[in-house]
């Protein structure tokens, strides 16, 4: 199956979105992307075409990409909140003409030696849809191994690459995850994580649409009109963010969410106290996966009724993992190493970038950079990116273990911790947090929390009261921008 045939899997009159103020059946969103994709052809766009998407979540949004994908080419998806300076990096690597937007671009000074992408305005393209009729392109042969996505990486540690993935690679992973997830067209998934990421784009819309389900589309993340609408449209899955998580168990009552039959969480680690605070408040579960983009994103996620708190539970079906130390040998029960994947699901590669492509995909397994272990029953719990390792006077120092006994002091609200240098010791931690509404931070006190809980050598030397992390648009801290935070 080919990612634009999703929108074909449910029956005609069946809700397949619902936003706030406009709901379309799958027979009204199959004639809206025929009328994008022949407008489209018209302006030019054609099979191997590189066409960025630029739009917020929003019913356009998916039929833009169906469109692309139907003629035969790659979505280039964008980050809505990049500068002019990002985008056009992304612009220019990925050789793009056209851009479709939900709002214009100011690219100025940013093309100075080529002419800019041509951008199509979702506004003037639905108007022009409205009043004209274009007709069909001539029949395009699309592969299930073609690619239809460009995802670039967020770039917190240099460069952005593409990951470049295939049809079969996007539509092989909305399978797995609804088997693991066991979607039906029954179901009514909420969208609300931004759908120019892998995480949103996969879960949220593929998914439902593979399953001939209905979605639920929120532009937008305020938490108490996502708690209202999880209430009011019937909400069945709910995939969200630890941050999200975090808000949900704070503002929302039992009753808000008793209609939810599963809550995921993705995108970054987490905290077992706030899935326990969430447990202890609704008496449901959250059940925790793994992915990232260059696998389309999900590798392994918890069976429900078989979930362990903390991990991210077991490789979905025909995706295989397995954990390294650094000379290659595969890791025992409970030792750590990499964690490497193979499957469907894996990237062609990085977009025009060989010598990345060939140190990720090393002996046909993706390489993921980060560290994990495996229990006696193959259930897989992640320690921590491999390059936020923190080595001090020697000895290894998960952040993640520290940020796990922050979030267990009641005072803070969210904690992160990093490496930083120190003459003495080649590292020691630093830690940040953010505290509850209302609340105060005795140091004190909290050094000798810490003290009960950590071994010396993994106590932070500093703690720093922050007002808020610094997050990408999924939720994950971005570490290397808390580097340049110093009091």
């Given at each position: 199956?080919?990612v634009?045939?999703?929108?074909?899997?449910?029956?005609?009159?069946?809700?397949?979105?619902?936003?706030?103020?406009?709901?379309?059946?799958?027979?009204?969103?199959?004639?809206k992307?025929?009328?994008?994709r022949?407008y489209?052809?018209?302006?030019?766009?054609r099979?191997h075409?590189?066409?960025?998407?630029?739009?917020?979540?929003?019913?356009?949004?998916?039929?833009?990409?169906?469109?692309?994908?139907?003629?035969?080419?790659?979505?280039?998806?964008?980050?809505?909140?990049?500068?002019?300076?990002?985008?056009?990096?992304?612009?220019?690597?990925?050789q793009?003409e056209h851009?479709?937007?939900?709002?214009?671009?100011?690219?100025?000074?940013?093309?100075?030696d080529?002419?800019?992408?041509?951008?199509?305005?979702?506004?003037d393209?639905?108007?022009?849809?409205?009043?004209?009729?274009?007709?069909?392109?001539?029949?395009?042969?699309?592969k299930d191994?073609?690619?239809?996505?460009?995802?670039?990486?967020?770039?917190?540690?240099?460069?952005?690459?593409?990951?470049?993935?295939?049809?079969?690679?996007?539509?092989?992973?909305?399978?797995?995850?609804?088997?693991?997830?066991?979607?039906?067209?029954?179901?009514?998934?909420?969208?609300v994580?931004?759908?120019f990421?892998?995480?949103g784009w996969?879960?949220?819309?593929?998914?439902?649409?593979?399953?001939g389900?209905?979605?639920?589309?929120?532009?937008?993340?305020?938490?108490?009109?996502?708690?209202?609408?999880?209430?009011?449209?019937?909400?069945?899955?709910?995939?969200?963010?630890?941050?999200?998580?975090?808000?949900?168990?704070?503002?929302?009552?039992?009753?808000?969410?008793?209609?939810?039959?599963?809550?995921?969480?993705?995108?970054?680690?987490?905290?077992?106290?706030?899935?326990?605070?969430?447990?202890?408040?609704?008496?449901?579960?959250?059940?925790?996966?793994?992915?990232?983009?260059?696998?389309?994103?999900?590798?392994?996620?918890?069976?429900?009724?078989?979930?362990?708190?903390?991990?991210?539970g077991?490789?979905m079906?025909?995706?295989?993992?397995?954990?390294?130390?650094?000379?290659g040998?595969?890791?025992?029960?409970?030792?750590?190493?990499?964690l490497?994947?193979?499957?469907?699901?894996?990237?062609?590669?990085?977009?025009?970038?060989?010598?990345?492509?060939?140190?990720?995909?090393?002996?046909?397994?993706?390489?993921?950079?980060?560290?994990?272990?495996?229990?006696?029953?193959?259930?897989?719990?992640?320690?921590?990116?491999?390059k936020?390792?923190?080595?001090?006077?020697?000895?290894?120092?998960?952040?993640?273990?520290?940020?796990?006994?922050?979030?267990?002091y009641?005072?803070?609200?969210?904690?992160?911790?990093?490496?930083?240098?120190?003459?003495?010791?080649?590292?020691?931690?630093?830690?940040?947090?953010?505290?509850?509404?209302?609340?105060?931070?005795?140091?004190?006190?909290?050094?000798?929390?810490?003290k009960?809980?950590?071994?010396?050598?993994?106590?932070?030397?500093?703690?720093?009261e922050?007002?808020?992390?610094?997050?990408?648009?999924?939720?994950?801290?971005?570490?290397?921008?808390?580097?340049?935070?110093?009091?």
């Amino acid at each position: 199956m080919l990612v634009h045939e999703l929108i074909f899997t449910g029956n005609g009159d069946k809700i397949a979105i619902c936003e706030k103020g406009a709901v379309y059946s799958y027979v009204q969103i199959q004639q809206k992307v025929a009328q994008y994709r022949n407008y489209l052809y018209s302006l030019g766009m054609r099979r191997h075409d590189n066409v960025a998407l630029n739009a917020r979540n929003s019913a356009e949004f998916i039929f833009s990409y169906m469109a692309i994908s139907g003629l035969g080419g790659v979505v280039v998806p964008l980050n809505t909140m990049l500068t002019p300076r990002e985008i056009a990096f992304i612009l220019k690597d990925a050789q793009v003409e056209h851009i479709i937007t939900d709002r214009e671009l100011d690219l100025s000074g940013q093309f100075a030696d080529t002419a800019p992408p041509v951008q199509v305005l979702i506004t003037d393209l639905e108007k022009e849809i409205s009043t004209n009729s274009y007709p069909d392109p001539p029949a395009i042969n699309i592969k299930d191994s073609d690619p239809c996505a460009i995802l670039y990486t967020s770039g917190t540690t240099g460069r952005p690459k593409g990951a470049l993935l295939s049809h079969s690679n996007l539509v092989s992973n909305a399978a797995a995850f609804s088997i693991a997830t066991e979607a039906g067209p029954d179901d009514n998934i909420l969208s609300v994580l931004p759908m120019f990421h892998s995480f949103g784009w996969t879960c949220c819309i593929a998914t439902a649409l593979y399953n001939g389900a209905s979605v639920t589309i929120v532009e937008t993340f305020s938490p108490k009109d996502v708690i209202a609408t999880i209430r009011e449209r019937g909400i069945t899955v709910v995939i969200s963010v630890p941050a999200m998580y975090n808000f949900y168990t704070s503002l929302a009552k039992p009753e808000d969410l008793a209609g939810v039959r599963l809550f995921v969480s993705g995108a970054a680690s987490l905290p077992v106290e706030i899935l326990e605070k969430f447990h202890e408040k609704t008496k449901k579960h959250i059940i925790e996966g793994y992915g990232l983009s260059e696998a389309s994103p999900v590798v392994s996620f918890n069976p429900p009724n078989l979930t362990k708190p903390g991990s991210i539970g077991l490789p979905m079906q025909d995706i295989m993992v397995k954990i390294v130390d650094n000379s290659g040998r595969e890791c025992a029960s409970g030792e750590i190493g990499e964690l490497l994947v193979q499957g469907p699901n894996v990237m062609i590669g990085y977009y025009n970038l060989p010598a990345e492509t060939a140190e990720a995909l090393r002996d046909s397994w993706l390489h993921t950079d980060d560290l994990a272990y495996k229990d006696k029953d193959g259930y897989i719990f992640i320690v921590d990116r491999k390059k936020d390792m923190i080595i001090v006077s020697g000895l290894n120092v998960y952040p993640r273990e520290i940020e796990e006994i922050l979030y267990q002091y009641p005072a803070i609200q969210e904690a992160a911790a990093i490496g930083v240098p120190d003459k003495s010791r080649g590292e020691s931690v630093r830690a940040y947090v953010v505290l509850h509404d209302g609340m105060t931070l005795d140091k004190k006190d909290l050094m000798a929390f810490l003290k009960k809980n950590l071994a010396p050598f993994k106590i932070p030397r500093e703690i720093i009261e922050i007002g808020a992390l610094p997050k990408n648009p999924t939720g994950k801290i971005l570490k290397k921008e808390l580097r340049n935070i110093t009091s």
